[in-house]
């Protein structure tokens, strides 16, 4: 089994990766990733040796480079983690999360309709359900719940969403699409909360809460998330969409108090700040779909899963000061330009 994986060299793309060598040793990963400031070759430096992985730097909006991949891999599965996914650089410039998680996605389906590809999945985002009410615990997303985004980052995963699904009803490409909740762990890139919150924490340095800090987000260990999207690739049915969320809805004050809290530092570095423009309120996901039809159910509540998180921030230290000051485009130097 040949697998393509897209942006691989990001926080969940790379966990994916981790957990599918592990679990099928005899299959073939290929990671094709563009290295943007969220790739981080380094993450992928304990598997580059291994024979049955390959990395390739390319831009999947680059055509013609992605189909030199597809034909020279002849892969079986498409998985494409690779977007631009931070709410507030959307906001800054959102004509690059256009191109790349909207043209990017055309670009890989062409791809895989051209070379036969037996599944393509696309790997989105609950945000493209906009937000729910504080005073009403009882609602949650539903695979049936009309699409509002807030973002023009889920925005364009929204539109992303409905391509991939139009390439299957106009095209029978056999897709499927999942939208999780938010994810955290190990490998995550520091401008997201809960490594932030670590990061700045271990350092001394404010803790920057939006608004109140009340805004309530389902969080979900990435190694949760990996397992979802296994079940879904080799079992879950053509052209459907899959819901993944943790069962963990927490405030984001509450989580970087927790933060606090596990290593041992004052809550006085907690600094408010004024909050993102159109701030969605509350995700909160009904997985039983999932759970139904391919027996999934996230296994790590969240202070299990922020326990393992921080101990790996405070066991990798390297991995993310080597980001904050850049260094790791030094080691892609060493790394790519030596294997090329």
């Known amino acids: 089994m040949n697998i393509i994986v897209t942006g691989g060299a990001g926080f969940i793309g790379s966990n994916f990766i981790f957990y599918m060598l592990e679990k099928y040793p005899d299959y073939r990963i290929i990671c094709l990733d563009k290295l943007t400031y969220a790739g981080n070759l380094s993450t992928l430096a304990s598997i580059m040796d291994n024979p049955n992985f390959r990395f390739v730097k390319v831009d999947i909006c680059d055509r013609l480079a992605v ?31 256009l191109q790349t998680n909207v043209m990017g996605t055309a670009v890989l389906m062409d791809a895989c309709r051209k070379y036969g590809v037996v ?25 049936e719940t009309p699409i509002h985004t807030s973002s023009p980052y889920s925005s364009s995963k929204a539109g992303a969403d409905l391509l991939v699904l139009a390439y299957h009803c106009t095209y029978g490409l056999p897709v499927t699409v999942s939208r999780c909740s938010n994810n955290y762990g190990p490998y995550h890139f520091p401008e997201k909360l ?7 924490a271990l350092n001394n340095k404010p803790l920057p809460v939006y608004g109140e800090g009340i805004n309530v987000r389902d969080w979900l260990y990435v190694e949760d998330h990996c397992k979802a999207i296994d079940l879904i690739i080799h079992k879950g049915r053509v052209g459907e969409v899959y819901n993944i969320g943790g069962h963990n809805e927490i405030r984001n004050i509450d989580v970087v108090k927790l933060i606090c809290k596990e290593l041992g530092k004052s809550e006085s570095l907690i600094t408010h700040v004024t909050d993102r423009d159109g701030h969605d309120m509350r995700y909160a996901i009904d997985p039983t779909k999932i759970h139904n039809e391919l027996g999934w159910f996230p296994e790590t509540n969240f202070i299990d899963g922020i326990t393992k998180t921080i101990k790996w921030y405070l066991e990798n230290k390297k991995w993310w000061q080597d980001i904050i000051v850049g ?14």
Not at 77 to 97: C, K, L, M, Q, Y
Not at 194 to 200: C, R, T
Not at 331 to 339: G, I, L, Q, V
């Open 67 to 97: 189909e030199m991949l597809f034909e020279e891999e002849r892969p079986d599965i498409v998985v494409n983690f690779a977007a631009e996914s931070h709410v507030d650089r959307s906001i800054e410039n959102p004509g690059i999360f």
């Open 119 to 143: 599944r393509y999945h696309q790997v989105s985002t609950d945000e493209v359900y906009g937000d729910l009410p504080l005073d009403r615990p009882d609602l949650f997303f539903t695979e």
């Open 194 to 200: 809960i490594p932030l919150m670590i990061v700045n």
């Open 327 to 340: 260094e790791y485009k030094d080691y892609y130097k060493r790394m790519y330009t030596e294997r090329s």
